[in-house]
């Protein structure tokens, strides 16, 4: 299996992967294709950020969540992780060599994505905006714009050649509900939800209304810029936590796709391990068949 975690500034979301063997035709058969590939989602976990965690309060979170799904440490053969938590990242690197016997492969300059960043600074963009990219430009296609609604709300977009080109970041629904409620005396915090109707009766369903329609106005705002800038048939993808709640509503996200970012660790993983022992299995398969000499009767 493989494990993947994506820590963001406020929840870290955890996949596990089994492997799905594809066999080719014979005619077309080799190393690469018959290799298994991790593309069954089998579990998945979305768990607090908590910076100050030790080791070991890690590792028994990871093993209990894996023991509520009947799953074996010992299963995992590889972990990939995309973090814009530095602090964190000695920690889990630990937490995986201690209770995974594994060393993690962190999202991180360097590593083959195979999508051409065209960014001022590539090493400043979040390694979860790559991820989310990769993964919209595979499963997708593209142009294509990615939104994820986190603790801010980034708008990443890729080329229909496959090239990141850059975004926006905007501050998050949950910031803005946040602020509110710390700079005024008497509103309340309120549940972020899509309210009845739009004009508010009471205090709560007013604030709900404003934070609701306030937000899908901005969404949307930005997007009608980037379509408009990148083409009519971009297409527009929504994950994070919060996608369902305003990917429904919005006149331009077409697809909310909730594992979007789990999905682009994976393929980012196989991207950097698994290719390359296929390759040098067809490698090492053709130099033997041509070293070989027919053998005499």
Known sequence: MLLVLDVGNTNTVLGVFARVAKVAPAANRSAETESPRYELLVANWRVATVATQTVDEY???FRNLFAMDNLEAKG???????SVVPPLDSTLGQVCERYFSRKPLFIEPGVK???PVH???PAEVGADRIVNSVAAFEKYGGPCVVVDFGTATTFDCVSAKGEYLGGV???GIGISADALFERTARLPRVDIRKPAQIIGSNTVGSLQSGLYYGYLGLVDGILALLVQELGNETKVIATGGLASLIGTGSKHIKQVDEFLTLEGLRIIWERNVTAKPAREAVAATSKASSGSK???R
């Open 59 to 61: 590792g028994v979170l």
């Open 76 to 82: 995992i053969h590889g972990i990939v992780i995309s």
């Open 113 to 115: 994505t195979g999508m």
């Open 119 to 121: 960014y001022d600074n």
């Open 169 to 171: 970041i905007s501050p």
């Open 294 to 296: 027919p053998r005499s």
